[in-house]
């Protein structure tokens, strides 16, 4: 699958560099497979979450959310949002 963008991933890290390592991992596993649809997601990251067409994953040990929208038909994962727990539950990512 391909990543856009990896530089919104590089921006929140520069703000908590902690994210850095876990967002980076989780590019490289979604870049290194090719995954058909929400099952087989779910099964190499359990704790995604499907919120309406949107999937939240919850990174670097549950401190980060970092929400996408997945194209599994064009192997495309588009970043829409990377948030700490605070942000996340303010629930704007929803708009």
């Given at each position: 699958?391909?990543?856009?963008?990896?530089?919104?991933?590089?921006?929140?890290?520069?703000?908590?560099?902690?994210?850095?390592m876990p967002l980076q991992?989780?590019?490289?596993?979604i870049e290194k497979n090719?995954?058909?649809?929400?099952?087989?997601?779910?099964?190499?990251?359990?704790?995604?979450?499907?919120?309406?067409?949107?999937?939240?994953?919850?990174?670097?040990?549950?401190?980060?959310r970092l929400v996408t929208?997945?194209?599994?038909?064009?192997?495309?994962?588009?970043?829409?949002?990377?948030?700490?727990?605070?942000?996340?539950?303010?629930?704007?990512?929803?708009?």
């Amino acid at each position: 699958m391909r990543v856009i963008s990896n530089s919104a991933l590089k921006r929140f890290a520069e703000l908590h560099p902690s994210a850095e390592m876990p967002l980076q991992g989780w590019r490289r596993v979604i870049e290194k497979n090719d995954f058909e649809n929400w099952a087989e997601l779910k099964s190499a990251f359990n704790s995604v979450d499907k919120v309406s067409e949107l999937f939240v994953f919850n990174i670097g040990g549950n401190k980060y959310r970092l929400v996408t929208y997945i194209r599994f038909e064009k192997q495309i994962v588009y970043v829409k949002a990377v948030m700490d727990h605070g942000e996340y539950d303010k629930g704007l990512w929803k708009k």
